[in-house]
């Protein structure tokens, strides 16, 4: 039996009922095997709360069919939800950069990705993310080839990533960006958001501010999992 875990967030949705009617009926039927059994082994981890939440990710498996990505690039892994369920949806001779510091974490994701037969996709690279994308640029025969971003990191350096990011996604790509909604706090005043989630309360403030005024983009802000902001470059 699948269990409701700190990774999903009913406070976006304000009713912790709406949320699992809308996993049981609709997430968790049509989950891969394997990334059921990547979310449970992820469970008991200290930081299991931060996985993708798994209706935002049935959101951008979606999203990756139907843009025919092939080509693909992840800031932050942590144990790999995100990175199986990109894997699983792309061809098999699509290609992932998948940057994150934490090997640790993805070793925990590993045989999962192995057992699902979507390694060979994968370009795991362990590291901050900036120094990579900038390494990327550094070739300009990089710039517009990417079909697709996720962005799951620091949230103080979403910005950084967007303004790298938009540069390598070609025009009609996404960039998607999670946890724009930082469990709900961009909506209650400051004095009432506990000290730990202040900082990037602000950071992710600032960086919607910010992405809501990018005439390079189309963006749509959908509240699913802690908010995802998918952004479809135009120019
Ligand atoms: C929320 S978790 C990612 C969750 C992942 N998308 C999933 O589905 O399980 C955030 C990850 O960002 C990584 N991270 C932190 N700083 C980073 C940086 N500067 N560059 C890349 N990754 C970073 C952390 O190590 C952590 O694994
Ligand atoms: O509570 C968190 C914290 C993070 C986080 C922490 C440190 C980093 O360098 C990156 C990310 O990410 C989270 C997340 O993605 C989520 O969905 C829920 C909670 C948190």
């Not at 009713?15 to 891969?32: D, F, N, Q, W």
């Not at 080509?71 to 699509?94: D, H, M, Q, R, W």
Request: charged share 25%.
């Amino acid at each position: 039996m699948d269990k409701i875990s700190a990774s999903t967030n009913p406070v976006i949705l304000q009713s912790e009922g709406l949320l699992k009617y809308i996993l049981e009926t609709s997430v968790y039927p049509r989950e891969a095997e394997t990334l059921k059994e990547l979310r449970n082994a992820t469970a008991n981890h200290p930081l299991g709360f931060m996985g993708t939440s798994p209706d935002a990710g049935q959101l951008m498996a979606l999203l990756l069919k139907l843009l025919n990505a092939k080509k693909t690039i992840e800031v932050g892994v942590f144990t790999g939800y995100s990175l199986l369920l990109t894997a699983l949806s792309i061809p098999y001779n699509g290609k992932i950069t998948a940057v994150d510091p934490d090997r640790k974490a993805y070793e925990i994701g590993l045989p999962f990705i192995k057992k699902a037969g979507v390694l060979h996709k994968i370009d795991y690279i362990e590291s901050p993310a900036l120094p990579v994308l900038d390494k990327l640029l550094d070739d300009p025969a990089n710039e517009g080839t990417f079909d697709f971003a996720f962005v799951d990191a620091d949230k103080n350096n979403y910005w950084n990533y967007h303004e790298r990011l938009i540069k390598l996604v070609k025009i009609s790509g996404i960039v998607a960006y999670d946890n724009t909604l930082w469990g709900g706090t961009v909506a209650l005043p400051e004095m009432v958001v506990s000290e730990t989630k202040r900082e990037w309360r602000r950071c992710t403030l600032d960086f919607n501010e910010a992405i809501s005024k990018d005439p390079r983009m189309e963006l749509a802000f959908v509240s699913i999992g802690d908010g995802l902001t998918i952004c479809r470059r135009i120019c």
